[in-house]
């Protein structure tokens, strides 16, 4: 049995109280793939950002609101996880500054100054020890060498290349590819399902071999 960390649905930058920078990502994907991990007899920590929907009972849900957040979560999960599945679609920026009150119209153009987030799978990546690390790349072009570039810069085992049409939506298409570079798999339908082969992937090609 492993002890899997998972992390899903999107974070928030908040510019001012009430406006926040995020992503239509929906955490449906994260909570089929720890339901496979549940049902295959794994222990499961999920750390997510704000969604509407209800993760499996059985998993340990552990919820966050910034990629800061999500960092800080991880970074002290992960050392005593035997494996990551990095599902969660972080907001990359945020801005400068976030303002104390809400912005007030004056019919004027507002100029925000972002930054990056921290890259959450790569730090992960960078402290790995003997763990298996899988992670998520959405792309709309240049699809699989920006997802091959992403699992190196990661130190990822697997990536699981999708697009934007995957977003908030029940059925996906999606690749999983190894670090050669190789498709090991083609999979499309329904999120259960692909989220089951996925991890029929991990355990064969990950956990089994540890």
């Known amino acids: 049995m492993s002890r899997i960390l998972i992390t899903s649905g999107p974070t928030r930058q908040y510019l001012d109280p009430v406006r926040y920078l995020s992503n239509a990502s929906s955490g449906k994907m994260g909570r089929a793939l720890a339901q496979a991990a549940i049902d295959a007899g794994h222990d499961v920590v999920i750390v997510t950002g704000p969604v509407e929907i209800e993760y499996p009972a059985r998993a340990e849900v552990v919820p966050i609101v910034s990629t800061e957040d999500l960092l800080d979560r991880c970074l002290a999960i992960f050392p005593d996880c035997d494996g990551l599945i990095g599902v969660a679609a972080p907001c990359d920026y945020r801005p400068t500054k976030t303002e104390p009150h809400k912005i007030a119209k004056n019919g004027k153009s507002l100029l925000v100054n972002l930054v990056e987030t921290p890259d959450v799978v790569a730090a992960l990546g960078a402290i790995k020890q003997s763990q298996w690390m899988v992670a998520f790349a959405l792309e709309t072009a240049d699809q699989r060498i920006r997802a091959m570039q992403k699992l190196e810069r990661k130190n990822c085992d697997l990536i ?39 991890f029929a992937v991990i355990t064969e090609r990950l956990i089994e071999r540890r």
């Open 160 to 198: 699981v290349l999708n697009g934007p049409e995957a977003l908030c939506a029940d059925d996906t298409r999606v690749e999983v590819i190894d670090r050669r570079g190789e498709i090991v798999a083609a999979l499309a339908g329904a999120k259960s399902q692909v989220a089951r082969d996925i």
